[in-house]
């Protein structure tokens, strides 16, 4: 038995992990107890990626699908011609516009194949590119760049020493924090409280009670994060907690946000948040008396109507109060390579008109993909799938299936066979995380405490799997396009490391070589104070801009959606919830549903969360099916009764809806409903700064279909 250092590579901290290899197979993944950042922590998530692995489901070698819908198994080659060749002949008789992109989550975690892929699109030309960053965090790179000059600038907690720490939309004990890459962060906020720091969550679901020992939660209606922050800074700056000092000498446009906050006092604003004015009020006397303070806001702050303002306030409640640059405030995270130049941009310029619209460059709004296909004047006719399951993880699954059921050519890159690649005419399988060599690059940037480790392919591709790297260079030398693969020697292999190794080098004086003679975990330095106005802000007159004249449309947005909340009371009164996206300590996105492990113990649906005093309104109980409708569509569900919920709000897990998956054996026995089908498509379904699509707070009806029999709650 062989024993190889790795590393995770389902979410942001890339928990270090020994790999278990006997006779060239994965036997087991346990902790890395000597790795000097981790210690030995990894989640169950990640410990199960060698079920992953072992799937039988999974994607062995490449498949062509034949006009009467059946699936052939071919060769490499053959594969690659046959993309290269109808790709090239869409391109030659419609134009590049008529090829699309959409890049899912995991090559977020894949150094050569977010690298590479990138490489591909730009090298074909391919402008119509979607990715699941408008589903998850696209506001938040826009909010960076118009504050601090450079989308790549996210301030973490200074956990280790805040007294104070604010945590907005995140539930640490379902998923480790994102865009704050720490290991067992819910062990750190304990040992943060254990010495009397005060952890405040301010979420729709209860997340942590005084009796959980971590903290406590501010209940507060979902969509609303930007006039709770807005209330806050208001009462902040009634209390004199602005620190002058700092906000003339760094900042901008101060008194543009003041005259902002003065419309939402906190008495104004709690009938739309439903967080009481004296709640607010003493948060805020908190905040100012403590000089340690530190904020996070995490998913369920990004999917609101609003998640750029929220975000650009909550870079604004750490700035202008002094807690931004300090010990025990927050603190800018550099790990290998100071990415802050890298992400530098001018906000003016990160925009184009389209046919939908004045839109951000970069990711397309997902909520647009159908619209592109089956409503634009010059309508995508194929589609390239890297990673990612958009049929499923993006609102509209009927409208989107009909969208795809339209193209003439639909190429998913993959380890599954999917609801999306089940529509797909070529099916291409890639590595798992450890068939391929890595870097843990996610969190450059972010993390509490930087390293760089290089994992080595832990074992050999099973079957007839590749890279996506390779797949992305076959693709272009077999469409005569620039590759990797061109000029090389017999025998000669490619180097897809070049851009990592420059940038390793460059940035901390790592060399790559050493790394992958020795996979051991390199520590760098931890965020420290004092450099960020200097080193970290990136805005053409160098300043804070604490109210970007970019955002002048989206403030009258705001003002005129808080209006709207006002009235709204009135619906609620009605019968009206509110749909929040749940987070779960058994799913990731929809990476597990395939994996018998993660649906032991009545874990095999995703049912519809609510509190007792709103199913005994609709006269439900516990497991009774219901429907559950949207102005936008239609599902059914179950009931579960959940009284951490605020009332008024139901939550459903996302990743589930896999009734269309038949290769996907376990999943489609339990597929669950998608919520996903409930949210907003089209014009009007994403913030314009962001394309952020709007996925919390959806108002939803519920009835009931068939009643349970009865028994208590689970």
Same mark, same amino acid.
């Given at each position: 038995?062989?024993?190889?250092?790795t590393?995770?590579?389902i979410?942001?901290?890339s928990?270090?992990?020994?790999?278990q290899?006997?006779?060239?197979?994965?036997?087991?993944?346990?902790?890395?107890?000597?790795?000097p950042?981790?210690k030995?922590f990894?989640c169950?998530?990640?410990?199960?990626?060698v079920?992953?692995?072992? +799937?039988?489901d999974?994607?062995?070698?490449?498949q062509?699908?034949a006009?009467?819908?059946s699936?052939?198994?071919?060769?490499?080659d053959?594969?690659?011609e046959? &993309?290269?060749?109808?790709l090239?002949a869409?391109?030659?008789?419609?134009?590049?516009?008529a $090829?699309?992109?959409?890049?899912?989550?995991?090559?977020?975690?894949?150094?050569?194949?977010?690298l590479?892929?990138t490489t591909?699109? *730009?090298?074909?030309?391919?402008?119509?590119?979607f990715s699941s960053g408008?589903?998850?965090?696209?506001?938040?790179?826009?909010?960076?760049?118009?504050v601090?000059?450079s989308? &790549? /600038?996210?301030p973490?907690?200074?956990l280790e020493?805040?007294d104070?720490?604010?945590?907005?939309?995140?539930?640490?004990?379902?998923?480790q924090?994102?865009?704050f890459?720490?290991p067992?962060?819910l062990? #750190?906020m304990r040992r943060?409280a254990?010495r009397?720091a005060?952890? /405040?969550?301010?979420?729709?679901? @209860?997340?942590?009670?005084?009796e959980?020992?971590?903290?406590?939660?501010?209940?507060?209606r979902?969509d &609303? !994060?930007v006039?709770?922050?807005?209330s806050l800074?208001h009462?902040i700056?009634?209390l004199?907690g602005?620190?002058?000092?700092v906000?003339? *000498?760094?900042g901008?446009?101060?008194?543009?946000l003041?005259a902002f906050i003065?419309?939402y006092?906190?008495?104004?604003?709690?009938?739309?948040t439903?967080?009481?004015a004296h709640?607010? *009020?003493?948060? =805020?006397?908190?905040?100012v008396?403590t000089?340690?303070a530190?904020?996070?806001?995490?998913?369920?702050?990004?999917m609101? @109507?609003?998640?750029?303002?929220?975000y650009?306030?909550?870079h604004?409640l750490s700035f $202008?109060t002094g807690? %931004?640059?300090?010990?025990?405030?927050?603190?800018?995270s550099?790990?290998?390579y100071?990415?802050?130049?890298?992400?530098?941009?001018?906000?003016?310029?990160?925009y184009?008109?389209t046919?939908?619209?004045?839109?951000?460059?970069?990711?397309?709004?997902?909520t647009?993909?159908?619209?592109?296909? %089956? !409503?634009?004047?010059?309508?995508i006719?194929?589609? $390239?799938?890297v990673?990612g399951?958009?049929l499923?993880?993006?609102?509209?699954?009927?409208r989107l299936?009909?969208?795809?059921?339209q193209?003439?050519?639909?190429?998913v890159i993959?380890?599954?066979p999917?609801?999306?690649?089940e529509?797909?005419?070529?099916?291409?399988?890639?590595t798992?995380m450890?068939?391929r060599?890595?870097?843990?690059?996610?969190n450059?940037?972010t993390?509490?405490?930087?390293?760089?480790?290089?994992?080595?392919?832990?074992?050999?591709?099973?079957?007839d799997?590749k890279?996506e790297?390779?797949?992305?260079?076959?693709?272009l030398?077999?469409?005569?396009?620039?590759s990797?693969?061109d000029?090389?020697a017999?025998?000669?292999q490619?180097?897809?490391?070049s851009?990592w190794r420059h940038? %390793?080098?460059?940035g901390?004086g790592?060399?790559?070589? !050493?790394?992958q003679?020795?996979?051991?975990?390199? /520590?760098?330095?931890t965020?420290?104070?004092?450099?960020?106005?200097e080193?970290q802000?990136?805005?053409?007159?160098?300043? $804070?801009?604490?109210?970007p004249?970019?955002?002048?449309? =989206?403030?009258?947005?705001c003002h005129?959606?808080?209006e709207?909340?006002l009235a709204?009371?009135? *619906?609620?009164? +009605?019968? #009206?919830l509110?749909?929040i996206?749940?987070r779960?300590?058994?799913?990731?996105?929809?990476w597990?549903?395939?994996?018998e492990?993660?649906k032991?113990k009545?874990? #095999?649906?995703n049912?519809?969360?609510?509190?007792?005093?709103?199913?005994?309104?609709l006269?439900?109980?516990h497991?009774?099916?219901?429907?559950?409708?949207?102005?936008?569509?239609?599902?059914e569900?179950t009931?579960?009764?959940d009284?951490?919920l605020?009332?008024?709000v139901v939550s459903?897990v996302?990743?589930?809806?896999h009734?269309?998956?038949?290769?996907?054996?376990v999943?489609?026995?339990?597929?669950?409903?998608?919520?996903?089908?409930?949210?907003p498509?089209?014009?009007?379904?994403?913030e314009?700064?962001?394309s952020?699509?709007h996925?919390?707070?959806?108002?939803?009806?519920?009835?009931p279909?068939?009643s349970?029999?009865?028994?208590?709650?689970?």
């Amino acid at each position: 038995m062989e024993s190889i250092r790795t590393f995770c590579r389902i979410c942001e901290p890339s928990c270090g992990l020994v790999a278990q290899v006997d006779d060239g197979a994965l036997v087991k993944l346990t902790p890395d107890r000597d790795h000097p950042v981790t210690k030995g922590f990894a989640c169950h998530k990640g410990l199960a990626a060698v079920d992953l692995h072992h +799937d039988p489901d999974r994607l062995d070698a490449p498949q062509l699908r034949a006009a009467d819908g059946s699936w052939s198994t071919v060769g490499w080659d053959t594969a690659i011609e046959h &993309t290269g060749s109808r790709l090239q002949a869409i391109i030659d008789l419609h134009g590049i516009d008529a $090829v699309a992109a959409y890049v899912g989550n995991p090559t977020a975690f894949n150094a050569l194949g977010q690298l590479h892929t990138t490489t591909l699109l *730009r090298t074909l030309g391919i402008r119509r590119a979607f990715s699941s960053g408008t589903q998850d965090c696209a506001n938040k790179f826009v909010a960076s760049e118009a504050v601090f000059g450079s989308s &790549t /600038v996210h301030p973490i907690p200074d956990l280790e020493h805040t007294d104070l720490c604010l945590i907005i939309g995140e539930n640490p004990r379902a998923s480790q924090a994102s865009f704050f890459s720490i290991p067992n962060v819910l062990g #750190e906020m304990r040992r943060a409280a254990a010495r009397d720091a005060r952890m /405040v969550f301010v979420n729709p679901r @209860r997340i942590e009670t005084p009796e959980k020992g971590i903290g406590d939660t501010v209940l507060i209606r979902p969509d &609303t !994060d930007v006039w709770f922050l807005a209330s806050l800074l208001h009462e902040i700056d009634l209390l004199g907690g602005f620190d002058e000092h700092v906000v003339a *000498r760094h900042g901008t446009h101060v008194q543009e946000l003041r005259a902002f906050i003065a419309t939402y006092s906190a008495d104004r604003t709690a009938a739309v948040t439903g967080i009481d004015a004296h709640v607010v *009020r003493e948060l =805020a006397a908190a905040w100012v008396a403590t000089p340690r303070a530190s904020v996070h806001a995490s998913t369920g702050l990004n999917m609101g @109507r609003q998640g750029t303002l929220a975000y650009w306030l909550v870079h604004m409640l750490s700035f $202008v109060t002094g807690r %931004l640059d300090v010990v025990g405030g927050n603190l800018k995270s550099d790990g290998f390579y100071p990415n802050a130049r890298a992400g530098a941009g001018v906000p003016e310029q990160g925009y184009a008109d389209t046919e939908f619209g004045r839109l951000r460059r970069g990711s397309l709004p997902g909520t647009l993909l159908s619209h592109a296909i %089956l !409503d634009s004047d010059n309508p995508i006719r194929a589609l $390239v799938v890297v990673a990612g399951n958009p049929l499923l993880s993006i609102a509209g699954e009927h409208r989107l299936r009909k969208a795809f059921e339209q193209l003439e050519l639909v190429v998913v890159i993959d380890i599954y066979p999917s609801a999306t690649s089940e529509l797909a005419h070529v099916l291409l399988p890639s590595t798992d995380m450890y068939e391929r060599d890595d870097l843990n690059i996610v969190n450059i940037g972010t993390s509490m405490q930087p390293f760089a480790q290089y994992t080595p392919a832990v074992v050999t591709p099973k079957a007839d799997r590749k890279p996506e790297w390779w797949i992305a260079h076959r693709l272009l030398q077999a469409m005569g396009r620039t590759s990797l693969f061109d000029g090389l020697a017999d025998g000669e292999q490619p180097d897809p490391w070049s851009k990592w190794r420059h940038m %390793l080098e460059r940035g901390s004086g790592l060399h790559l070589a !050493d790394l992958q003679a020795d996979p051991s975990p390199r /520590v760098l330095p931890t965020p420290a104070p004092g450099t960020f106005f200097e080193q970290q802000v990136h805005t053409l007159d160098g300043l $804070v801009d604490c109210c970007p004249p970019i955002f002048g449309d =989206a403030i009258e947005r705001c003002h005129q959606l808080f209006e709207e909340g006002l009235a709204g009371a009135d *619906r609620r009164a +009605d019968g #009206e919830l509110l749909l929040i996206h749940k987070r779960d300590q058994w799913m990731h996105n929809s990476w597990f549903s395939n994996l018998e492990r993660m649906k032991r113990k009545g874990r #095999e649906r995703n049912p519809l969360g609510i509190t007792s005093a709103d199913a005994a309104r609709l006269a439900l109980t516990h497991g009774d099916i219901v429907e559950v409708a949207s102005a936008h569509g239609c599902i059914e569900s179950t009931v579960d009764i959940d009284d951490d919920l605020m009332p008024g709000v139901v939550s459903m897990v996302h990743g589930w809806g896999h009734a269309a998956s038949p290769r996907m054996r376990v999943a489609a026995s339990q597929p669950g409903s998608n919520p996903n089908a409930l949210l907003p498509t089209g014009p009007g379904s994403f913030e314009p700064l962001s394309s952020q699509a709007h996925m919390t707070g959806i108002a939803v009806h519920v009835r009931p279909l068939v009643s349970a029999p009865t028994q208590p709650p689970s």
